[in-house]
């Protein structure tokens, strides 16, 4: 027995949304992306609350000692990072989670939000790659700190951030001039105020080629590592061994 293949050219063809059948709300929601907040006050039931226009994603919310902030990245249409070639973060600000109110923008999308010393403090990132921490000042105001000037004045490479009761890790590397990434220079910066920064390199710990993905988290108690052992590229085989360092 035997089979034919026939080769037929297909044309490319360009349609509306409308003449798809896609109605306008649904189709904000597929260019766009959507964030809807819920607010619970006994744990229970949560109700969906106002935040005014949803069409924007990246949302993550925090508590600090003087109520919720609420983060929003409003990027390129369509387009997540790292393919965004423009990027901005609205911050809202609420005392009970039910009423929002703008509180001004940061430039770049969010990595990683939490508090520091019980305020909100927040990871961006620009869409050339460069990440800050910014720290919510008592008047409202923004302190940038980059956790890159651990490596030096030669610029870094920012990695995961995470912030936590013992204040905010970054895993840092310093750029080089062709992008690799030296996991033999790999540092983990952490600092408990939010400004003041100490570094430890993290092949003291774990032997270099040892190294391929790290990720960092802080706890009441420890600041924790997690290292994954550098992908050996054959397709099948078990997940890379992972180490913590605490």
Do not use: C, N
């Amino acid at each position: 027995w035997g089979y034919a293949l026939a080769e037929k050219e297909f044309a490319a063809q360009t349609y509306t949304w409308a003449q798809l059948g896609v109605d306008d709300e649904l189709r904000d929601l597929v260019v766009y992306g959507r964030t809807s907040v819920y607010v619970s006050q006994d744990g229970g039931e949560f109700t969906a609350v106002d935040i005014g226009d949803a069409t924007r994603v990246g949302g993550q919310v925090v508590a600090a000692d003087d109520g919720f902030t609420l983060f929003l990245t409003r990027s390129s249409v369509g387009v997540a990072p790292p393919e965004v070639v423009d990027a901005t973060t609205e911050v809202l600000r609420s005392a009970d989670g039910v009423t929002w109110e703008p509180a001004g923008e940061l430039p770049g999308y969010v990595m990683s939000a939490g508090t520091v010393g019980g305020r909100p403090a927040l990871a961006l990132s620009d869409v050339g790659g460069d990440a800050s921490i910014q720290l919510g000042q008592a008047d409202g105001s923004w302190l940038p700190v980059d956790p890159g000037q651990a490596v030096g004045p030669d610029g870094a490479i920012v990695g995961s951030v995470a912030f936590g009761p013992l204040g905010w890790v970054a895993v840092v590397w310093p750029e080089t001039p062709d992008g690799t990434v030296p996991a033999e220079q790999t540092l983990v910066v952490h600092s408990v105020d939010g400004t003041t920064m100490s570094e430890v390199p993290l092949a003291d710990l774990v032997g270099p080629d040892q190294i391929g993905s790290v990720d960092a988290s802080v706890t009441a108690d420890a600041v924790v590592v997690r290292v994954s052992q550098p992908d050996d590229g054959v397709e099948g085989t078990p997940p890379s061994p992972q180490r913590a360092v605490v």
